[in-house]
């Protein structure tokens, strides 16, 4: 017998050996993306805190113009999501140069995609934003606003791809600096431009953070990548197979978002501009969390690229134990902050008032939140793409928009609209919880 063979294996080996992923493999992916989705709110929630200091008019613009980039920027997050679940099969296989091909193709997408959004939005921006605002002083702030950051449009949905085809080679340290790279400059810049220039230095420190962010992207890409850089339009026609049903599953999270933003707003600017600070520590909430289900895609993808189903369920149930548990810990958090959070951010009673029932039904929200993320990595990673949208799409036409519409029928305030936000995750739990134990999302291929 080979000496080396009589060596005991460590746990990780011991695990893997077994077709398990210990903690400590997560952990290893987790933390870092983390840091990287939790960077970008924590920027968020300082820039509101910030522009909340200008008065409600300025703070409901900034929930306006927000919430229209994000729409046009969500739409692509098959660039990260898509790019990462196709990149990780091709290096479980151990075809690493084509999983960094994958990124090449998506960063031409984010470039000519991204360059026809920030036109559209540019131009059409004063429109849009009267339309969700309802105030013509509000569209107005919102507009020079959004006019600024358009121009960084095709800058976040390069560093979308670049994050996508590095957690498909298991790398997620990298992006963590890169985020940082562009965030910490903007966090320091906000209040200096904002002190300076009102509520457009808002933008364009947002501008800032975004440049250098996508700059050190397209740098790494530069260095990893050594084959053709021309475009392969049957890469990309296989990127935009899997693309489509995020697409439309984006499109079902914007109807919902873009309804809840659209009715809060009829309530008046109190409660629009509640329903911005709470809408910002939701995101933030929720990307903490869905660093998890990176951990999980990227496993899972990894699995299943090497033929083993039992290790990618094993991530599955690992995953879903401490996301839940994490999702516990940030709820019992906020309930005991119920009154002191909601005041970093805005010192108006009105605004307070708007927002003192919502914020309890915002903590049922995490709490399911913590069993929906850490699945949807497991079906996101297995390329389920097909299912996440349908039950998307559910949850949106048979939770959400009936209890916001609701809420405006019957005049129910911020509170309905959150009613609808809870019914929207509540579906979506049941829906992935079922598909998981099915099995069936274990016989896709990307």
């Keep these: 017998m ?49 522009v909340g200091r200008l008065g409600k008019t300025e703070l409901a613009a900034l929930g306006a113009a927000t919430t229209l980039f994000s729409v046009v920027t969500t739409q692509l997050t098959f660039l990260s999501y898509g790019t990462t679940a196709r990149a990780s099969r091709l290096f479980g296989a151990g075809k690493k140069d084509e999983a960094i091909a994958e990124g090449v193709q998506a960063t031409w997408v984010a470039l000519l995609v991204g360059s026809v959004l920030a036109a559209t939005m540019f131009l059409g921006s004063p429109w849009f934003t009267l339309w969700l605002s309802g105030n013509e002083a509000v569209a107005a702030e919102a507009t020079l606003w959004l006019r600024i950051a358009s121009f960084g449009i095709p800058l976040l949905l390069i560093t979308m791809a670049g994050n996508g085809w590095l957690r498909g080679i298991q790398n997620t340290t990298a992006p963590l600096w890169f985020t940082l790279t562009g965030v910490i400059p903007a966090a320091v810049l906000v209040p200096l431009l904002v002190h300076a220039y009102g509520f457009v230095g808002s933008a364009w420190a947002n501008l800032t953070g975004l440049a250098l962010t996508s700059t050190c992207f397209l740098v790494a890409l530069v260095r990893a990548h050594g084959g053709s850089w021309a475009v392969r339009p049957q890469v990309i026609r296989r990127q935009l197979v899997l693309g489509r049903d995020l697409i439309i599953r984006s499109l079902s999270f914007q109807v919902a978002f873009l309804s809840a933003a659209g009715v809060a707003a009829r309530f008046g600017e109190a409660s629009l501009a509640a329903h911005q600070v709470m809408m910002q520590l939701w995101n933030f909430l929720t990307l903490v969390l869905d660093s998890l289900a990176i951990a999980a895609q990227t496993l899972t993808g990894a699995a299943l690229g090497m033929g083993s189903v039992h290790r990618a369920r094993g991530v599955g149930r690992l995953v879903v134990m401490y996301s839940a548990a994490v999702a516990a810990g940030l709820a019992a958090v906020f309930a005991l902050g119920f009154r002191l959070i909601p005041r970093v951010f805005t010192q108006d009673d009105s605004v307070l008032e708007a927002m003192a029932w919502p914020w309890w039904i915002l903590i049922l929200m995490i709490i399911g939140g913590g069993v929906v993320f850490a699945l949807d990595g497991v079906l996101l990673g297995a390329a389920d793409a097909v299912f996440l949208r349908n039950a998307t799409i559910a949850s949106v036409v048979l939770g959400f928009l009936p209890g916001v519409w609701l809420s405006l029928f019957l005049n129910a305030g911020l509170t309905g609209v959150w009613c609808g936000l809870l019914a929207f995750i509540l579906i979506r739990m049941a829906a992935v919880l079922w598909r998981f134990t099915s099995m069936k999302w274990a016989d896709n291929a990307v």
């Design 2 to 50: 080979h000496p080396a063979q009589t060596e005991p294996l460590d746990e990780h080996e011991r695990l893997a050996a077994e077709g398990r992923v210990s903690i400590r493999t997560v952990l290893a992916l987790a933390l870092p993306a983390l840091g990287v989705l939790a960077a970008t709110p924590l920027y968020l929630l300082l820039d509101t805190a910030v």
